[in-house]
Each structure stands twice: as C-alpha cells, then as structure tokens.
C-alpha cells in the first residue's frame, strides 16, 4: 500500500512512491488537493481501473518522478476562466478560425521518445496554420494550482520555454494562495535583446534566453462591501499579439486585453468553486 511521505514544508503537495497502478489511484481518489508527486515510477504493468480523472503535467525521465494535476473544480476554474476570455476575444474580433486550442495535450521534450520528460499544459494554443499537426508546440501554455506551490509553477514556466526549445512564448501561471486568499496571476515572456536573426540563433544554441516576469496581477476578494468586491492590482492582462500569432498585427489587429472588469468577473466565478467548509 502507498503511503504520503512528510511534506518538506507546510503547504508543499503530497508525495507517494509507486509500488502499484492500483494503489496510486487509491491515493488519488483520497486526494483532496489538486496536485501528488510521484516518485520510483517508470513503466510498469497493474491493473487499470481508474478512479477520479487525474492528468500527467509533468514527467522526468531520469529522476523517474511524476507529477500528477488532480483538476479540481477550483484548480480547472483557475486557468479555464482565463482561457475562455481569451478565447471570446478571438471570436469578437473574428480570429477564431487562425487559433488552435491544445487543451492539456501532451508534449515531449524529445521528440519520438516516448520514454523521455513530457509535460501536459492546463490550457494551451496556438496560431493556424503556424502550430498545427503533432508534435507543434503552442504558443500560449497556462498553469494553474493551489496546493502546487507558486516556486512548483515557476519549474512548471522553464520547463515549457526550455523543453519547447523557445518555441512557447508566452507562460501564464495561475496560483489560489489559501493562506493569504487572493489569485496571483503571472505573465512570463522570454528576454531578446538583439532581433538580427543570426545573433538570435547564436543566443537559442548557446540557451542565453532567459524568462522575464512581465507582470504581475493579484486579486483579492473584499468582504466588507455589499454586493462582495474583488480588487484587482497593477491593471489588466495583456497578451501580445505578435507572440501568440508569430507575426505583427494587422489592420484592425492588437494585441489581447483582459480588463480589470474582466479578471474581477473572472475572480468571482472562481471563489464560486472554493469548497464549502460546512
């Protein structure tokens, strides 16, 4: 039988070392968060009766560790709230046919080795025809969690610019902070800082290339007023156009804004999917 080992500190996810695909989905279904590491894994045969849907964000080969989403309704409210106004801007502005959503696909670090690291996003897309057919990387991966730690999303964001080969280009991370009770967005880009296409390709071989956190948003939940409020920090979501679609915009064409009524609206439906403490 599996057994949770001692978190490291307060707050980190759950972790088990296989022994059987039984017991994992035993555990799984006990699972109240919406997050389990895995360790000791690799392939092994068991029996295959699933329990709660569980999904595999993120596997290392060479340490064997697994990290399993657990989608919650307040973890799938997290990113899917964002994704979905992003998305009805697409269809306001007449985009939706140049868009490809890849939902929580699963991706290689290596292509054609099935064995090696992998990741599967929470929401994911990217341009037509530019990102379409297998194996294509998108260029707009959002995270969620609220008992993955903000520190666990951050490996989460390098993983995707790193394993994509810089071909992501935009990271979304999303975190429901229980103790202090507020939604932290984070929107990380990677830094250029020459554009002539040979200096460029000198800085990709060499892995020059580093994340930059471009914004930061929290929003927090007011209690006090009648109707309840949500507050928005530091200003709208914006999402480049040049970015996701891999060219400059054209006439009538900009890049994507999620206002503050936007994300206060989008706050709202998420403390809707807390779980209820009677």
Do not use: C
């Amino acid at each position: 039988m599996l057994h949770m080992s001692e978190s490291t500190k307060d707050g980190d996810p759950p972790t088990v070392r296989f022994t059987n695909t039984q017991d994992l989905f035993d555990v799984i279904d006990s699972t109240t968060g919406d997050f389990l590491t895995v360790t000791n894994t690799g392939r092994r045969s068991g029996q295959k009766k699933r329990y709660r849907k569980f999904r595999f964000r993120r596997y290392n080969a060479n340490s064997q560790i697994l990290i399993i989403t657990i989608p919650t309704d307040l973890h799938e409210a997290l990113h899917l709230g964002l994704y979905e106004r992003y998305r009805d801007q697409l269809v306001r502005n007449g985009r939706e046919g140049s868009w490809k959503s890849i939902g929580s696909a699963t991706f290689r670090a290596e292509q054609g080795h099935p064995g090696g690291d992998s990741g599967e996003g929470d929401s994911t897309g990217g341009p037509r025809p530019e990102r379409v057919g297998a194996g294509n990387w998108p260029t707009l991966v959002m995270e969620s969690g609220h008992s993955e730690t903000l520190p666990e999303l951050h490996k989460d964001m390098r993983w995707w610019f790193q394993a994509s080969n810089h071909e992501v280009k935009i990271v979304i991370l999303v975190n429901f902070d229980d103790q202090q009770h507020h939604i932290l967005l984070e929107k990380w880009e990677e830094e250029i800082s020459i554009t002539r296409s040979r200096a460029v390709a000198i800085l990709l071989q060499n892995g020059v290339l580093n994340p930059v956190k471009r914004q930061s948003i929290t929003i927090t939940r007011d209690e006090t007023t009648n109707p309840v409020s949500y507050n928005v920090t530091r200003g709208a979501l914006v999402l480049g156009f040049r970015l996701l679609f891999l060219r400059n915009p054209g006439p009538q064409e900009g890049d994507f804004v999620l206002s503050i009524q936007d994300l206060q609206l989008y706050a709202e439906n998420v403390w809707a999917e807390l779980p209820r403490s009677d």
